[in-house]
């Protein structure tokens, strides 16, 4: 009984000191404006509204989100040039399929005392061999052309549309043309795709035109792939203050 008694005052005492601190904290916050002036109150509204006018004003909020459509782009142009260049390599797949194939036969394959299935050596059918797997490695390699053409596409869809849609003149300054530039001039993918860009657009036209449409974006028109891309007189042009 004693015991329970102590409990019941020990939570009364508790319950008491919360709401004494809790009164005394709104008195501390009325008293505070009580006896804040005008003025100081008027002052402190102003820089609060500026606070958040600054963080939440559509300027600003507009430029980051052209930060992320200019690097959604960005990243997408590189895996266009990536993904064309592997696709590129098996622009000629068939005829090395075919040179492959004529010649595992009589350099791949065992001439005389071949067995087949049964033990036999004249059972042993190297034709049909060379055909089973000429098969086999042409569907292997139809699988990885259909999965770069459909990463490909995948790209191609995101670059033209934020190119016509969603990236503005303020997202093509020169800080992020310069960019671009030095992937151009630097990169050893960009290189390796110049050199296979004419087979990619020999076997895959369209892609190949719809790749090239991206690049010759930030390119001044009539220049060779060696000579500095970007023309410098549109940069200044499109540049505004302050870089995305």
């Known amino acids: 009984m004693k015991k329970n008694n102590v409990m019941t005052i020990m939570v009364h ?8 601190s809790a009164n005394s904290f709104g008195q501390s916050l009325f008293k505070a404006y009580t006896e804040t002036s005008q003025q100081d109150l008027a002052q402190e509204t102003q820089q609060m509204s500026e606070q958040i006018i600054k963080k939440f ?8 989100q052209q930060k992320i459509y200019f690097y959604e782009y960005f990243s997408n142009l590189k895996k ?3 993904y064309g260049t592997k696709l590129a390599t098996y622009a000629e797949y068939e005829q090395d399929l075919a040179f492959a194939k004529k010649n595992e036969v009589f350099k791949g394959l065992p001439e005389k005392h071949a067995a087949g299935k049964t033990g036999n050596p004249s059972d042993f059918n190297r034709t049909g061999f060379v055909n089973e797997k000429y098969k086999m490695m042409q569907t292997n390699i139809k699988d ?19 190119s016509l849609y969603d990236l503005n003149p303020s997202s093509m300054n020169a800080k992020n043309t310069d960019r671009i530039q030095y992937y151009f001039q630097t990169s050893e993918s ?7 860009q004419d087979k990619l657009a020999a076997a895959w036209p369209l892609l190949a ?13 009539g220049l060779e792939p060696e000579d500095p ?16």
């Open 80 to 82: 266009l040039v990536l």
């Open 57 to 64: 004003n559509p300027q600003s909020m507009a430029s980051t």
């Open 13 to 20: 005492i508790i319950s008491l000191t919360v709401l004494v």
């Open 144 to 162: 990885e052309i259909d999965t770069y053409k459909d990463l490909i596409q995948s790209s191609l869809d995101s670059c033209e549309h934020l």
């Open 229 to 244: 891309v970007i023309d410098r007189s549109i940069t200044k042009a499109i540049s505004n203050d302050g870089a995305v």
């Open 209 to 221: 035109q719809r790749i090239k449409k991206q690049t010759d974006m930030w390119q001044e028109k």
């Open 190 to 196: 960009y290189k390796a795709y110049l050199e296979k």
